[in-house]
């Protein structure tokens, strides 16, 4: 939250919304005055990804990655200020890049490989090529 604009919003796409609630986001150290600029949206109960975890039925990749962009996009069309989103749980990252281009570029997509990528560029620096003479 401190990176972005007081007018923006930040979305959460997570597994079940039910589950997920504004405690666990204060947990997570968001200040409760922030609260109100952070909104949850979940897979769709009885969704291919639901069925996936739960019933252990085949992976359908462009099923899963059509309700998730779904499920963004309604966020986003809920909550127009919203400037990034985070992929909590850790089935999504799969479909981040394509729901970051369904989204378009000015909303930034964040999940567990983002962070981990982030952390891991903090302790090995890497010259691209290009600035080598």
């Not at 007081?6 to 150290?29: E, F, I």
């Not at 309700?67 to 919203?82: C, D, G, N, Y």
């Not at 981040?96 to 990528?117: F, H, K, P, T, W």
Request: with cysteine; hydrophobic share 45%; glycine share 6%.
């Amino acid at each position: 939250m401190a990176i972005m604009a007081p007018a923006q919003t930040l979305g959460v796409l997570t597994y079940d919304s039910q589950r997920l609630t504004r405690a666990h986001v204060m947990n997570a150290g968001v200040h409760p005055k922030f609260l109100a600029r952070v909104h949850i949206a979940g897979a769709p109960a009885g969704g291919h990804l639901h069925r996936l975890v739960q019933q252990n039925a085949a992976y359908d990749h462009e099923a899963i990655e059509s309700e998730l962009i779904a499920t963004a996009k309604r966020l986003v069309q809920e909550w127009p200020s919203m400037s990034a989103i985070v992929l909590e749980c850790t089935q999504m990252p799969p479909f981040a890049e394509a729901i970051q281009a369904a989204l378009g570029r000015s909303i930034q997509v964040y999940d567990v490989c983002s962070m981990a990528n982030w952390f891991y560029g903090g302790l090995v620096k890497r010259v691209p090529p290009s600035w080598r003479l």
